[in-house]
């Protein structure tokens, strides 16, 4: 079970996602031919924002009941992991990730967290299209409020995230054309184009 399944009511009850939508429309493009993925998307709530500018918009997340809270049909919802996206090479014109990277450590002892993020790097940039976005929307580490998130995360809630600041996420996007902005005081879009 994932630790988000005991979280989804509350979860959906609070999270409007519209922060983080603007955020993501900020830094991204979209067309309204786009098929798109939202890796961790949890209960789709940016995804149902962002869905009548584009084509189609998959919710991916390993939590069956944060995905049971989406009920607009206009969003296609699939269980699984960033770990093993389960979609062809290069099927998405945009993959992005919003307040879910520092989760993809999976439960796995520290030592292991940068070893799950090249499996899950490879796994994002495989199911994009050659000239594909991919966008994450993060809480900065290096900042105040991010620092304390992480605290809160680790330290009180217990959940092992991993936050990645901008130059770390160069580094796991090495071979990639990446760029980083930073759209408040506490969080960052990093745009990635796969080659
Ligand atoms: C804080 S929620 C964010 C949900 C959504 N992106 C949003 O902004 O409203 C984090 C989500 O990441 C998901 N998650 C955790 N581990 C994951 C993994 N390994 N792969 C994909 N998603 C994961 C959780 O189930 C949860 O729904």
């Known amino acids: 079970m ?5 979280l989804a009511g509350l ?50 997340d390993p939590s069956k009941n944060m995905l049971a809270k989406i009920k607009n049909p206009t969003l296609k919802k699939k269980v699984g992991s960033a770990q093993k996206i389960p979609f062809a090479n290069n099927s998405f014109d945009v993959v992005y990730v919003v307040d879910a ?17 090249n499996i899950c790097t490879k796994e994002l940039l495989r199911v994009l299209k050659k000239n594909g976005q991919l966008l994450i929307v993060e809480f900065n580490p290096e900042t105040f409020v991010g620092k304390c998130i992480a605290f809160l995360e680790n330290k009180i809630i217990g959940f092992g ?10 580094n796991f996007f090495s071979k990639e054309k990446v760029e980083v ?4 005081k506490f969080c960052y879009v990093a745009k990635i184009r796969k080659k």
């Open 161 to 170: 995230s991993s936050f990645y600041s901008p130059s770390q996420i160069n």
């Open 11 to 60: 979860f959906h009850l609070l999270r409007s996602g519209e922060r983080e939508y603007l955020l993501l429309k900020e830094v991204g493009s979209f067309k309204k031919t786009d098929k798109i993925l939202d890796v961790g998307g949890g209960t789709g709530a940016v995804a149902i924002q962002l869905a009548p500018f584009v084509k189609e918009i998959t919710v991916l």
């Open 2 to 6: 994932n630790s988000f399944d005991n």
């Open 101 to 117: 990277l520092h989760h993809f450590t999976n439960g796995h002892l520290k030592h292991k967290w940068e070893a799950q993020m």
């Open 181 to 184: 902005f930073h759209s408040d």
